[in-house]
């Protein structure tokens, strides 16, 4: 299957500061790519569409503001969580969109943000 | 809010034997796709088996098949011959309208194979 690719697979950080994810597709181009949160022994909840050059759009309650996400190329999307605090630790999957009709979807392997 | 059930936080078969998850969902829909993804302790969602909505017949894969029933707004997920390796979370979704493919997902189902 296709490949995507999450970067970095962990990442701690202190309080206050901003992290960086990245999402590629390695082996094709994605127009669309999507940001889960996934809570302990919970399930995904999607965040945010990404769309390659334009706005993403993101589900009620998710704050622009603190998660911002950019999809500057067909091959890469990257979400930055701002000012990060102790809640906002999580683990934090990237899917990508096969631009095909029936648009299935490929994984990232997730990235585990731990805000001191 | 058009939601993805799960009833079964955790379900355990002897190895392998067969088991059964259970996945119901809600839908204003008629053109749709569901899907179940196993998450193993790598946290990677890898996709099992897919069905779309407007196909009758139920899709297998290998030892993964599925009970689709569309008027009972069922799908449930068939692991024959289970083997260590199926030990896992396994999610149900649905694609969320139509063109937009975003996934609704379950609650999951823990799965534990018995030696």
């Known amino acids: 299957g296709a490949v995507v690719s999450q970067h970095p697979s962990w990442v701690i950080c202190k309080s206050g500061t901003s992290v960086k994810i990245e999402c590629r597709s390695l082996?094709?181009?994605?127009?669309?790519m999507f940001w889960y949160r996934q809570f302990p022994k919970q399930s995904l909840m999607l965040m945010a569409t990404?769309?390659?050059?334009?706005?993403?759009?993101?589900e009620q309650g998710v704050e622009k503001d603190k998660f911002l996400i950019n999809h500057a190329s067909l091959t890469l999307s990257t979400l930055t969580v701002t000012s990060a605090h102790p809640e906002d630790s999580s683990f934090y999957i990237c899917?990508?969109?096969?631009?095909?009709?029936?648009?299935?979807?490929?994984f990232g392997e997730g990235s585990r943000l731990t805000v001191l | 809010a058009q939601t993805v059930t799960q009833s079964q936080p955790e379900m355990s078969v002897q190895e392998a034997e067969t088991v059964t998850l259970s996945c119901t969902y809600d839908?204003?829909?008629?053109?749709?796709?569901l899907f179940w993804y196993k998450q193993p302790p790598s946290r990677q969602m890898i996709l099992v088996i897919r069905?779309?909505?407007?196909?009758?017949q139920n899709a297998t894969e290998n030892r993964f098949s599925v009970n689709f029933q569309k008027a009972a707004k069922s799908f449930s997920l068939k692991i024959s011959d289970s083997q260590l390796g199926d030990a896992a979370m396994y999610f149900c979704?649905?694609?969320?309208?139509?063109?937009?493919?975003?996934?609704?997902f379950g609650k999951g189902t823990k799965l534990s194979v018995i030696p």
């Open positions: 899917s990508a969109r096969l631009p095909t009709d029936t648009g299935e979807l490929f």
């Open positions: 082996d094709f181009q994605a127009t669309t």
């Open positions: 990404s769309n390659e050059g334009s706005k993403a759009t993101y």
């Open positions: 839908t204003s829909e008629s053109d749709y796709y």
């Open positions: 069905q779309e909505a407007y196909k009758q």
């Open positions: 979704a649905r694609m969320y309208g139509a063109g937009s493919y975003q996934l609704t």
